[in-house]
T-cell receptor
Framework: DSGVTQTPKHLITATGQRVTLRCSPR?????VYWYQQSLDQGLQFLIQYYNGEERAKGNILERFSAQQFPDLHSELNLSSLELGDSALYFC?????????????FGQGTRLTVV | QQQVKQSPQSLIVQKGGISIINCAYENTAFDYFPWYQQFPGKGPALLIA?????SEKKEGRFTISFNKSAKQFSLHIMDSQPGDSATYFC?????????FGKGTLLTVNP
């Protein structure tokens, strides 16, 4: 168990809908990262937050947004969902955002858009 | 643009054999190179990592070899065991962002 908690584990929703994925980082970790994993694209970095502030942005669509709250948990909001958004979404956390800081991954949320 | 290229896509090894997975990168700004192991239904877990000022790092049966001039690094799993069967990802870090290779599905036959 990595100590990173993601909810829900599975989510099935229809196209056009909006969903929220939740992540609780390990105790003491200030950084949260979101990744999307699909068969064709592999693990893609979406966005990183550090202590409530956005620090780095990757291949995140405009339909997606995220935030990190004062208690350090994070939410990833996906809207106007399309079939192609079906994927595993991982959250990871680390003590800080510095190089050499190990990132611990949660078990992921499997999103299926039908 | 894929910045970290990983090969092979899949690998079958007999128990006790050596598993070798290779990665190549383009961006010389990368400064941290971890390997992750992922079992079905689980998130990736850090296996071993190396910085570019080191040419080799060994932890138990796992060794990373790093060639800075060639911009290549590889994972060697000695005495491979069926329990090592998983997907392995190389990654490279720059500015807080981890870029992953596409993964290698390793199967170790008993």
């Amino acid at each position: 168990d990595s100590g990173v908690t993601q909810t829900p584990k599975h989510l099935i929703t229809a196209t056009g809908q909006r969903v929220t994925l939740r992540c609780s980082p390990r105790s003491g970790d200030l950084s949260v990262y979101w990744y999307q994993q699909s068969l064709d694209q592999g693990l893609q970095f979406l966005i990183q937050y550090y202590n409530g502030e956005e620090r780095a942005k990757g291949n995140i669509l405009e339909r997606f947004s995220a935030q990190q709250f004062p208690d350090l948990h994070s939410e990833l909001n996906l809207s106007s969902l399309e079939l192609g958004d079906s994927a595993l979404y991982f959250c990871a956390s680390s003590v800080a955002g510095a190089v050499n800081t190990e990132a611990f991954f949660g078990q992921g949320t499997r999103l299926t858009v039908v | 643009q894929q910045q970290v290229k990983q090969s092979p896509q899949s690998l079958i090894v007999q128990k006790g054999g050596i598993s070798i997975i290779n990665c190549a990168y383009e961006n010389t700004a990368f400064d941290y190179f971890p390997w992750y192991q992922q079992f079905p239904g689980k998130g990736p877990a850090l296996l071993i990592a190396i910085r570019p000022d080191v040419s080799e790092k060994k932890e138990g049966r796992f060794t990373i070899s790093f060639n800075k001039s060639a911009k290549q690094f590889s994972l060697h799993i000695m005495d491979s065991q069926p329990g090592d069967s998983a997907t392995y990802f190389c990654a490279a870090k720059n500015n807080y962002k981890l870029t992953f290779g596409k993964g290698t599905l390793l199967t170790v036959n008993p």
